[in-house]
């Protein structure tokens, strides 16, 4: 009977930690200068719908975990108004984490911010704004009237912290 619970227990893990979406390749790009980032709408950090607002000049995307620490740790150390006064809105992927994972460490773990967040958890979304050229970097897209009109690529947090100050 034991063995019975815990073959079962394991089962269950396995199919609650694996992800059966099929990402479509050929998805067309949405991070592409003069596209419009205004249909963009996700649900924050509390699972609040957002959208990026007509008046934020800058996004910041992280698509990876390492990224994603950086930017959260750099903003933490930040006025929770800093996103808002600069007029940058942070977006997070997490769509690669296993969905069981997200919704027992990611997304509890991501409450504990002040700092607002909106997170990517999807990969059919994340497949239309992550590339192979920016999946390790942290991709800073500026905005004039939500469309887009340059991206650079960022390693560090002191280069995000010039970047959104300028």
């Known amino acids: 009977m034991k063995k019975i619970f815990t073959g079962l227990f394991t089962l269950l893990l396995f199919i609650g930690c694996s992800s ?3 990402v479509d390749e ?4 949405k991070l592409v200068v003069k596209n419009s980032l205004a249909d963009l709408k996700l649900n924050d950090q509390n699972g609040n719908m957002q959208g990026i607002n007509p008046d934020t000049k800058k996004v ?3 698509f990876s975990k390492e990224n994603g620490h950086t930017c959260n740790d750099f903003f933490a150390t930040k006025a929770d108004s800093y996103l808002k006064e600069n007029k940058t809105q942070f977006v997070a992927d997490v ?11 990611i ?8 700092h607002p967040i909106l997170i990517i958890d999807n990969e059919m979304v994340s497949a239309a704004y992550k590339t192979e050229e920016n999946s390790e970097k942290i991709v800073l897209v500026l905005l004039d009237n939500q469309t887009i009109t340059d991206i650079k690529y960022l390693k560090t947090a002191e280069e995000l ?6």
């Open 161 to 166: 912290e010039k970047e959104i100050e300028r």
């Open 95 to 105: 769509s690669a984490a296993p969905s069981l994972i997200r919704s027992m460490f």
């Open 26 to 29: 050929n998805v067309e790009p």
């Open 20 to 22: 059966n979406a099929t």
């Open 107 to 114: 997304m509890p773990g991501m409450k504990d911010f002040n």
């Open 60 to 62: 910041v995307f992280a």
